[in-house]
């Protein structure tokens, strides 16, 4: 006689799971992976590519600057001749006196006066120094100036309005002198780097 088993029973040796999710998820993720490493590996394919391109430029400016060395260093043995001392101490005198000359007074004065407190004076200017060509036609020069104040106050304001012109640059106050009784300003020595386009 056959006994009937309830329904809900289960007599596999292997219980029956649902892993069709959690195949489908692990197939998933690993196709993410799958993918991100193709990415990665043709990311670093580029840049291998690139750093390739950068070498090679790097070394082509590397010639063109021994040659360059090369050629200045003939020039330098030309002018250290005892012959030429004389013509080339000339030379730099005569394009530093350009250099200065090409300096506009009124240029100055006009770029000066739009960051000169109210309350502020110049009082005297040097002839400036002109020290290279910078970029874009702009020729670095070192102004040393006299300016006098009733307020002292005044010249932190100068000094942060020189620093962020963009015709001016680092400015420093080189000497101070206090008001006397025949002048009631304080006076400033200042060094401030300037730019002026030619």
């Known amino acids: 006689m056959m006994a009937f088993l309830p329904s809900d029973m289960n007599i596999a040796s292997q219980p029956f799971r649902r892993e069709r999710a959690y195949n489908a998820a692990l197939a998933a993720a690993g196709l993410g992976l799958f993918v991100s490493l193709l990415v990665l590996v043709s ?49 730099v005198l005569l394009n530093e006196l350009i250099a200065r000359r090409s300096v506009s007074w009124t240029r100055v004065f006009e770029d000066l006066g739009t960051v000169l407190p109210k309350n502020m004076r110049l009082l005297s200017i040097r002839l400036p120094q002109v020290s290279r060509e910078g970029p874009s036609g702009l ?60």
């Open 43 to 91: 990311l670093i394919l580029h840049a291998r590519v690139q750093a390739k391109d950068l070498r090679a430029v790097i070394d082509a400016q590397n010639v063109e600057l021994t040659r360059f060395r090369r050629l200045q260093a003939t020039y330098s043995a030309v002018l250290a001749r005892p012959k030429n001392a004389d013509v080339f101490s000339q030379s």
């Open 139 to 198: 020729n670095r020069v070192q102004l040393d100036m006299w300016v006098g104040t009733e307020q002292p106050a005044a010249v932190i304001q100068l000094l942060k309005k020189l620093e962020s012109s963009r015709l001016f640059g680092d400015a420093s106050v080189m000497t101070e002198a206090p008001p006397t009784q025949n002048d009631p300003l304080h006076k400033y020595r200042l060094t401030v780097a300037y730019a002026q386009k030619l």
